[in-house]
C-alpha cells in the first residue's frame, strides 16, 4: 500500500500532515484497531489521538477504590492476545490497563500513539476527498478532566491552562474510537445547596485520592457497578470513613458473581500454569464462557417464554438477596420491574458489606445541601408512595455530610461528545442523528454523508449479555474490509446509502420495542427520555458477527477509483472467461465422449491459456496506471 504518512507544503504557513489513517482515542477500540491494520493489512501508517495522559480510555480514567472487571477476563480480552496470566478471573483495572500496554507493546503500535491531544473536529474537504482535523494539543494531565472541568478551568485560569498549541491535520481515513463511558454526569441540576457545600464533591469515573476520607461522614449518589464495587471498601482501611450513606433510586437486579473452581487463590496459584500449558485449554475456557453468556439472551425478549425464563431467575436472585443482607433492606432491594432491563450487577461485596453497621442505604431522595449535611425526603423514590403498606421512611431527615461521591453514571446518549463530525455539505453528524430521531449508525459504525469515517462501538452495538470486546472486534473487522479498499487505492471513498442507514435504523429500533428493555418496566441510561434507544442491539452477538463477517455491498456507495475501476473489469473478465469455459468445456466433452480425466485435462489446458492472456492484461493494465 502506498499511503504514508508525511508533510505537505514544506515549511508554507499552509503546511499539514497527512495521516492516510486517524484514530481517535486510544482506549480498547483504538488499539484493536491499531493492532488489526498491522496484523490484517500489515499497514502501520496511522496515528492514534487521545485526550488523556495515558494508554487504556475508560479503564485508564476509572480509578475508583475496588475497580475491576465485572466480566471475565478470558472474555474481556482481545481474541488475537489472548492472557493466560491473569491474576483474577475478575482482574483489577491496573492489571486491565497493563494488559493494553503489553498488547501494544507486541504490537508494535505504542509509538503510533500521541497522548495529550484532543481531536476537537473532523470537517470532510468534498474537492479534496480528505478529512481536515483540527486537534488541541493539551497541558499535560488536562485531557484526564472532564469536558465540564476543563471549561471551569478556562473559565477561572484562561485557555492557556488547558491547552498549549492548536494543530491542523488532514487523513484519508478517520475512525472514531470514543468510548460511550466517557462524560461523567454532573451535578444535578435540580437540587439546590451546591455552592454552599463546604467540602469536596467528586464523581467516582474523577476519583481525588488527595481528599482524606479518614473519620469522615460520606454520601454516595448512585447505585451503579462502579458504587457496588468502591462502596464497602469506604469504611474499611486505608480509607477508614466515619460512615457511608448511599442514595439509590431504584434497586438493580445483583447477580452472585461467578466464582472460579478453587476458589480466588486457587485461580491464582494454578489458572496461569495450567492456561499457559495445556494447548486449547484458553480457547475452551473463553468458548464456553461466551455461550453461557449468549444463553442469558433469552431473558432480554418479549415471548411468554422470555418471561418465564426471566421470572425463574428473578426468584433466584430476590432468595439470594435475602439470604445476604440485612431484613431491613429487603423491600428497597426487591425490584418491581423485570431482570435485565437495567443493566445487572455481578457482585461479589456490594449485598455483604451492607451488613457494616457504619453503611447505611436509603431510597429517600437527595432535596438540599447544606454547608456540612444533606438533607434527604421528605417522600421516597422506591416503592413509589402509591404503596400505603410499606414501611420505607419518607419523613424528611438531615444526614451529616463532609464528602460527596457522585457515582450517578455518564452522558450515554451523547455519542462521540465532545468531538464535532462535519460531513458532506456542511452536515453535523450529531445534528443529522437527532433530526432522524436519535443516535444511530448503519450497524453501528457509518452515517450516510460522511465518507471514510467509521465508528467503533458506535450506537445500539451493547448486547447486555455479553462482552464488549466482542463486539469491538466484529466493529473493526467489519471496518477493515472498507479501509483496505480505500488504503490500497482501489476506492476513493465508501459510505453506507441513505435509505440503507435509515431502514436499518428502523429495523433497529422496531425490535427494541419488544425486549424487556423497553417494556420492562424500569428507567435506564439505555434510552432517552422520549423512548430512543441508542445504547443496545436487539440481537444475540452470534447475529452481530455474522452481519459483520458478511457486509450487505448493496448498501454501501463505493466510488472507484481509475485503478480500482480496471482491477474491477478484469475480475469480471475472468469470472466470464471462467464461466464460458466450464459451459463450453462441458459441451465439447459431452459431444465427444470424453471420460472425467480428459475433461479434466482440457479445463486445465484452457485456464492456463486463460491465465497467460491474463497475466498479459494485468501487465498492459499496471503500464497504464
Known amino acids: 500500500m502506498r499511503e504514508a504518512i ?22 480498547e477500540s483504538g488499539i484493536a484497531m491499531g493492532c488489526r491494520l498491522k496484523e490484517e493489512l500489515g499497514f502501520d501508517q496511522f496515528r492514534i489521538f487521545d485526550r488523556q495522559a495515558g494508554i487504556g480510555g475508560t479503564w485508564w480514567i476509572n480509578r475508583y477504590p475496588g475497580v475491576a472487571c465485572d466480566i471475565p477476563a478470558a472474555l474481556y480480552s482481545f481474541s488475537f492476545a489472548q492472557n493466560p496470566r ?13 494488559y493494553y500496554h503489553g498488547v501494544c507493546e507486541k504490537y508494535g503500535i505504542t509509538d503510533k500513539i500521541q497522548l495529550n491531544t484532543d481531536v476537537e473536529q473532523c470537517r470532510w474537504l468534498d474537492d479534496e476527498q480528505v478529512w481536515e482535523v483540527t486537534l488541541r494539543h493539551m ?12 471549561q471551569k478551568v478556562i473559565k477561572i485560569r484562561g485557555e492557556a491552562a488547558v491547552y498549549s498549541d492548536t494543530e491542523v491535520v488532514r487523513a484519508k481515513v478517520v475512525v472514531s474510537a470514543v468510548g460511550g463511558l466517557v462524560e461523567p454526569r454532573g ?23 488527595d481528599v482524606d476520607l479518614t473519620d469522615k461522614d460520606v454520601v454516595v449518589v448512585g447505585t451503579g457497578c462502579s458504587a457496588a464495587q468502591f462502596v464497602p471498601k469506604l469504611t474499611k482501611a486505608p480509607f477508614n470513613a466515619k460512615s457511608v450513606t448511599q442514595l439509590m433510586r431504584s434497586p438493580p437486579w445483583v447477580v452472585p458473581r461467578m466464582a472460579p473452581s478453587g476458589g480466588n487463590s486457587g485461580w491464582e496459584k494454578w489458572s496461569p500454569t495450567l492456561l499457559t500449558y495445556i494447548p486449547g485449554l484458553l480457547r475452551i475456557l473463553r468458548t464456553l464462557l461466551f455461550l453461557g453468556a449468549e444463553y442469558d439472551f433469552r431473558l432480554f425478549g418479549g415471548s411468554k417464554w422470555a418471561e418465564k425464563e426471566r421470572k425463574k431467575v428473578q426468584d433466584k436472585l430476590i432468595r439470594h438477596m435475602k439470604k445476604t443482607v440485612p431484613e431491613k433492606y429487603h423491600e428497597i432491594l426487591t425490584p418491581d420491574y423485570g431482570v435485565g432491563c437495567k443493566r445487572r450487577i455481578f457482585d461479589a461485596t456490594w449485598f455483604p458489606g451492607l451488613n457494616d453497621q457504619n453503611i447505611y442505604l436509603t431510597t429517600q431522595p437527595l432535596t438540599r445541601v447544606h454547608e456540612n449535611s444533606v438533607t434527604i425526603g421528605p417522600g421516597r423514590a422506591y416503592p413509589p408512595l402509591s404503596k400505603i403498606d410499606s414501611k420505607v421512611p419518607t419523613e424528611e431527615k438531615e444526614v ?11 452522558d450515554t446518549t451523547k455519542w462521540l461528545h465532545p468531538l464535532k463530525v462535519v460531513g458532506k455539505d456542511g452536515k453535523d453528524l450529531v445534528r443529522t442523528m437527532e433530526d432522524r430521531g436519535g443516535a444511530q449508525a448503519y450497524q453501528g459504525t457509518a452515517m450516510d454523508g460522511f465518507p471514510n469515517f467509521f465508528i467503533i462501538f458506535g450506537p445500539n452495538t451493547v448486547t447486555g449479555h455479553n462482552s464488549v470486546v466482542l463486539a469491538t472486534e466484529n466493529m473493526v473487522n467489519y471496518s477493515l474490509k472498507f479501509i483496505k479498499m480505500v488504503l490500497s487505492g482501489d476506492v476513493n471513498t465508501v459510505d453506507v446509502k441513505h435509505e440503507a442507514e435509515v431502514g436499518y435504523t428502523n429495523e433497529i429500533q422496531q425490535k427494541l420495542k419488544g425486549t424487556v428493555w423497553m417494556s420492562g418496566g424500569c428507567q435506564s441510561w439505555y434510552f432517552t427520555k422520549d423512548g430512543w434507544n441508542s445504547t443496545l442491539y436487539p440481537y444475540t452477538q452470534f447475529d452481530f458477527t455474522r452481519r459483520c463477517m458478511f457486509p450487505k455491498w448493496k448498501d454501501w456507495n463505493i466510488e472507484y477509483s ?17 464461466l464460458a469455459l466450464l459451459i463450453t468445456g462441458a459441451y465439447c466433452a459431452r459431444q465427444k465422449g ?14 492456463q491459456a486463460v491465465l497467460e492472456q491474463g497475466k498479459q492484461v494485468i501487465e498492459t493494465a499496471k503500464s497504464s496506471l
Not at 192 to 209: E, L, V
Not at 400 to 410: Q, S
Not at 562 to 578: E, N, P, Q, T, Y
Open 6 to 27: 508525511h508533510r505537505v507544503n514544506g515549511y508554507e504557513k499552509n503546511a499539514y500532515t497527512y495521516y492516510p489513517v486517524l484514530i481517535v482515542g486510544a482506549g
Open 86 to 98: 491473569w491474576t483474577s478471573l475478575f482482574p483489577p483495572g491496573p492489571e486491565i490497563v497493563q
Open 139 to 150: 497541558v499535560h494531565g488536562m485531557g484526564d478532566l472532564s469536558a465540564k472541568d476543563r
Open 562 to 578: 481509475h485503478k480500482g475501476l480496471v482491477k474491477r473489469r478484469i475480475r469480471r473478465s475472468f469470472r466470464f472467461i471462467a
Open 187 to 209: 451535578w444535578p441540576e435540580d437540587i439546590p445547596g451546591y455552592d454552599t457545600f463546604k467540602g469536596p464533591i467528586f464523581h467516582s469515573a474523577r476519583w481525588d485520592y
Open 400 to 410: 451529616p455530610a463532609d464528602v460527596i461521591i457522585l457515582a450517578n453514571g455518564f
Open 594 to 607: 470424453l471420460g472425467l480425466k480428459d475433461a479434466k485435462e482440457l479445463v486445465r489446458t484452457a485456464l
